[in-house]
């Protein structure tokens, strides 16, 4: 019998777990449209609460969470601040600006993912009719693997609130950069992920990366945020009917996977130290559950070729200069420590 697949491509690909199943199986269901699933109702409260929110809304993606963000805070015409990197610029396919004519001004990182306070200063536009209307401060945690230091989200929230901006954080890893933060504070992960969440005026969640539900996303802000938000996911197609099968997944997550998430950060360092040494690859420390590699030298036009080395082996990754590889709760010591012998295998012929 083959090995089972070590899929390192990202923290979405696990299964449920049979907990998670038999939580799905047993929710309770209702036309959540009509807002009568007791379970989509018991999620939205208990993120919400466990955040420190008014209110939740449970939608099928983050990509949906994040624009229904940006359309809530947003009129036409309006802009928000945004990171180069950050999924709600970059990677969600222009939503803001197609569906809401919503403006993205979007800078340049510092290397330890944060957007310089002068930048954001320098970018915040006059009231002036030359201008759109600066509106919103999206900032992202954790961001490419990275915990914001909370130092500077204390700084960065404090100025978009004293520029008028409201502040949203796609927070799709939320959980990810409160265990890393419990970690440096020694506090508690989940006063944690209140203490950063509470800096925003919005905040959306994935249930379906590290805390391995199938689907879904949250967005929490306050009750009139939430109400605007509800008609956004409605045009955006998102409103479901029994979506409480899904939403029970997501409940389940936060009770059982939230501590784990440190399982997956140790076994993101053993990768990490386990592919230390290999000349052509240069590792960046992984603070959550991610870790990248630069291919160097002649070895950064083999991305292809080591990628599909490792398919060969049963072991997933993406990336073609830099490689990601994702760890989460379908994966164990053994499988990354398979992923380490196939890399190196590689890089030794
Ligand atoms: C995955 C992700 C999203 C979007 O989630 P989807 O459910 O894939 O739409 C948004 N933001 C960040 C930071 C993500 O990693």
Known sequence: ?????????????????????????????????FGDDPSVNALQEKIAGMLGFEAALFVPTGTQSNLCAILSHCQRGDEYIVGQ??????????????????????????????????????????????????????????????????AYIERATELAQRKGLARHLDGARLFNAA?????????????????????????SICFSKGLGAPVGSALCGSRELIARARRIRKMAGGAMRQSGL??????????HHVDRLAQDHVLARRLAEGLAGIDQLQIEAPQTNMVFADL????????????????????????????????????????????VVAIRQFFAR
Not at 90 to 119: M, Y
Not at 319 to 328: D, E, I
């Open 246 to 255: 899904l939403a029970a997944a997501a409940s389940y997550a936060l009770d």
């Open 296 to 339: 160097v030298g002649p070895a950064r036009q083999q991305s292809a070729a080591l990628l599909e080395h490792l398919a060969g082996q049963g072991v997933l990754a993406t990336g073609l200069y830099r490689l990601r590889f994702a760890t989460h709760l379908d994966l164990d010591a053994a499988g990354v420590d398979r992923a």
């Open 179 to 203: 265990v890393a933060q419990a970690a440096q504070t020694g506090g508690e992960i989940r006063t944690e992920a209140r203490r950063i969440a509470q800096r925003f005026d919005s905040v």
């Open 1 to 33: 019998m083959n090995a089972p697949v070590v899929d390192l491509r990202s923290d979405t690909v696990t299964q449920p777990t049979p907990g998670m199943r038999a939580a799905m199986a047993a929710a309770p269901l209702g036309d959540d449209v």
């Open 85 to 150: 990197m950050q999924h709600c610029y970059r990677w969600e396919a222009g939503g803001g600006a197609v569906f809401g004519s919503v403006q993205p001004q979007p800078l340049e990182h510092q290397p330890d993912g944060s957007l310089a306070l002068a930048d954001i200063e320098a970018a915040i536009k006059p009231d002036d009719p030359h201008f759109a209307r600066t509106r919103l401060l999206a900032l992202e945690n954790t961001l490419g693997g990275k915990l914001l230091p909370f």
